[in-house]
C-alpha cells in the first residue's frame, strides 16, 4: 500500500448503527487529519492530530468520536449519526518537513 | 467575508486554450498556499504548492502568488478534457497544522 488508505470506500448505515472509519498512512508524516466534505460546501476540518495528540477539535458533535493509536493509524467511531451527517469524509497527513496535505480516497458515508 | 472565496463557476474554455483560475483570501498572515484538483466522486489531489511571491510553473501549470493584493491563481495552459474538475484553493493558518479551503471553481474543458 501507498500514500493513504482508508476503509471502507462507502458505508450505508441507519441511525442508531455504530461503524467506524478507518485511515492510514504510509509515507511516514506525523500529522493526521479528518475532513467532511458535503456537496456545495468547502472541505470543513473536523480533528487534527499531531504526534498522536489531539490538536484540534472543531465544534464536531460527540456522536463523531475519533482516536489515533499511532502516528500511521486514525479512525472515526460513528454512534447515532443523523441523516444529515452524510457527506465524503476524507482522512490527509502532513509530514513535519511542509504544510503540503495529501488525502485518502475518502469514504462516502449515506445515513438512512 | 469567507477566509478564502472562489467563483464556483462553471468556468469554460475551449481545449488548447489557457484557463486561469483565480482565489483571494483574508488572512494576511498566511504564509502557504496549494491548489487541488478534485475529480468528480474522487478526493483531492495536490497539484501545486507556493510559498512566495511571483509565479511558479510545473509542467502546463503555472501558479501565480501575490501576498500585497491577497490573491493566488492558477493557469493552466493547453487545456485538456482531462483537465476538467474541481480546483480548490487552500492556504495554511496557525502555524501550518491547518489548512482553510475555497468551495472550488468548477472546470470544464470543452472539445
Known amino acids: 500500500e501507498t500514500g493513504v488508505t482508508q476503509t471502507p470506500r462507502h458505508l450505508v448505515m441507519g441511525m442508531t448503527n455504530k461503524k467506524s472509519l478507518k485511515c492510514e498512512q504510509h509515507?511516514?508524516?506525523?500529522?493526521m487529519y479528518w475532513y467532511k466534505q458535503s456537496a456545495k460546501k468547502p472541505l470543513e476540518l473536523m480533528f487534527v492530530?499531531?504526534?498522536?495528540?489531539?490538536?484540534e477539535n472543531n465544534s464536531v458533535p460527540s456522536r463523531f468520536s475519533p482516536e489515533c493509536p499511532n502516528s500511521s493509524h486514525l479512525f472515526l467511531h460513528l454512534h447515532t449519526l443523523q441523516p444529515e451527517d452524510s457527506a465524503l469524509y476524507l482522512c490527509?497527513?502532513?509530514?513535519?518537513?511542509?504544510?503540503?496535505?495529501?488525502f485518502g480516497p475518502g469514504t462516502r458515508l449515506t445515513v438512512l | 467575508q469567507k477566509e478564502v472565496e472562489q467563483n464556483s463557476g462553471p468556468l469554460s474554455v475551449p481545449e488548447g486554450a489557457i484557463a486561469s483560475l483565480n482565489c483571494t483570501y483574508s488572512?494576511?498572515?498566511?504564509?502557504?498556499f496549494f491548489w487541488y484538483r478534485q475529480y468528480s466522486g474522487k478526493s483531492p489531489e495536490l497539484i501545486m504548492s507556493?510559498?512566495?511571491?511571483g509565479d511558479k510553473e510545473d509542467g502546463r501549470f503555472t501558479a501565480q502568488l501575490n501576498k500585497a493584493s491577497q490573491y493566488v491563481s492558477l493557469l493552466i495552459r493547453d487545456s485538456q478534457p482531462s483537465d476538467s474538475a474541481t480546483y480548490l484553493c487552500?492556504?495554511?493558518?496557525?502555524?501550518?497544522?491547518?489548512?482553510?479551503f475555497g468551495t472550488g471553481t468548477q472546470l470544464k474543458v470543452e472539445l
Open positions: 490527509a497527513s502532513k509530514g513535519s518537513a511542509s504544510n503540503e496535505q495529501f
Open positions: 509515507l511516514g508524516h506525523n500529522a
Open positions: 492530530y499531531s504526534l498522536e495528540e489531539r490538536v
Open positions: 488572512d494576511r498572515v498566511s504564509q502557504s
Open positions: 507556493i510559498y512566495s511571491n
Open positions: 487552500a492556504l495554511s493558518t496557525g502555524g501550518g497544522n491547518k489548512l482553510t
